[in-house]
């Protein structure tokens, strides 16, 4: 790896170019953005969701949680972070990606399935009409990590 700490930003948007050895937050957007930890230079976006990644701030450092594996990318690079710091994991090979994907996709399934079908108790002798309801903002996130 060629970045082994890597200093974070909050930011509300990312920069048009990322610096390398930065990880930049962005919780107005829900995700996090970094050049890629092992030197090619590509952009790593990770979106911060109840199924994806999350992170830790303990005031002083950042923990980015599951592992960065960019299996879409030519590196093919997978690390850890972990309060700051860089720490290389294994590859992995196509059958262990897929089965992740696949795992992924069910997770999300049933998140947003749970979500959805969530009855909602209407109060007796009350209007049935609602006012329009914002969307959650993983909707919000998951629609504009769409248009990108």
């Known amino acids: 790896m060629r ?10 948007n990312f920069p048009e170019v990322l610096e390398p050895g930065v990880l930049y937050v962005s919780l107005e957007f829900g995700s996090v953005a970094h050049s890629c930890c092992c030197g090619c230079g590509e952009e790593v976006v990770t979106p911060l969701t109840p199924t994806d990644w999350n992170i830790t701030y303990d005031g002083e450092t950042v923990t980015l949680h599951p592992s960065v594996g960019s299996w879409t990318l030519s590196c093919r690079s997978h690390y850890v972070i972990r309060r700051n710091r860089v720490i290389e994991a294994p590859g992995w090979s196509e059958a262990q990606v897929a089965a992740e994907r696949r795992r992924d996709r069910e997770a999300k399934a049933r998140y947003f399935e ?3 079908s969530a009855p909602v108790a ?6 049935t009409e609602t006012p329009p309801a914002t969307p959650p903002w993983w909707h919000r996130l998951r629609a504009w990590w769409q248009r990108t």
Do not use: I, M
């Open 3 to 12: 970045d082994e700490v890597l200093e974070h930003r909050f930011v509300e």
């Open 122 to 127: 209407q109060p007796q002798n009350e209007p």
């Open 114 to 116: 749970q979500d959805a």
